[in-house]
């Protein structure tokens, strides 16, 4: 799985220096498959907008979006906007859930069809986003089984998602909670239990981030965050100083959550520009760069190696 609490506190450049870095630097379209991610809101209005973020972050990088909630009819994903078969909605019960509890065996089922459905619509991948507030509604007379008051009903009191299998082709878990239906000591066991905690405000309204690092051994540049035509001349002006190891330069992608066609297209220029015998490596380049560097036809201008770093 990847992705922790992302940071560049040290970092010499920045796409925005007004932001905490203590903060992860991704938003909706960063959330990638074989993450399991929690997004706290506040109110309907943010419900609706995120809602509609993972449509449109599932239309981008080509992926199917699953829904589930209690709130819309099955199949149809209510307030976000869906085109070729890419959003639908399943109903709790209907995807393992029940009195709180969740069927791992069911929920499994339903994720491994959903994922051959999307293979056969021609898309990479699968989103799974799932409304908490919903899914962990207990009846009266269901007992606490010792669980401290208000305490989640998966491990330990944490994301009853978190027992879910590994998969051959993982899914992104999205985890939605609203702040005013989930209890204080619910929601902070909830959070403890995600590797990567977003607040819906800033993953809705504002723009990518990014953050760029020298590096050693080999020597490059380490990309953290998301990059997209809106902070492009932040690592063209990095690439234009970045250090050569050799005749080459590498570039760190692991922690590289997003990148457009233009960022893209922006390396192949970077390598079609370097004298001959001279490389441009992307280490750990992500799913989405790898595809669009295969669409277009430009794996002969870069450098793709697989693994990360040392």
Known sequence: ????????????????????????????????????????????????????????????????????????????????????????????????????????????????????????????????????????????????????????????????????????????IICHGDRARLPGPRLRALERRHALVLEAGPVLTRGPRLCVLPVHGPAGLRLVGELDDSNLGVLARALETAPLDGHDLHLDLRELRHADVAAVRLLVRVAAAMPDGHRLVLHAPGPVVRAVVRHFGWAGRLVLEEGGRG
């Open 1 to 172: 799985m990847r992705g922790g609490r992302g940071g560049c506190r040290d970092a010499p450049l920045l796409a925005d220096a007004g932001w905490a870095m203590s903060e992860p630097l991704t938003t909706v379209l960063g959330v990638a498959r074989g993450d399991h991610a929690w997004i706290r809101y506040a109110g309907e209005d943010e419900r609706r907008e995120l809602r509609a973020a993972q449509v449109l972050a599932a239309a981008e990088r080509g992926e199917r979006v699953v829904f589930v909630h209690a709130g819309a009819r099955r199949g149809r994903p209510g307030d976000a906007p869906a085109e070729g078969g890419q959003a639908t909605v399943i109903a709790p019960r209907d995807a393992g859930f029940a009195a709180g509890r969740l069927d791992v065996r069911r929920l499994t089922e339903v994720l491994e069809q959903e994922i051959v459905h999307a293979a056969r619509l021609g898309l990479r991948g699968l989103r799974l986003c799932v409304e908490l507030a919903d899914v962990l509604q207990e009846p009266p007379d269901v007992p606490a089984r010792g669980r401290a008051p208000g305490e989640g009903n998966g491990p330990a009191g944490g994301c009853p998602l978190a027992a879910l299998p590994a998969l051959p082709r993982p899914p992104a």
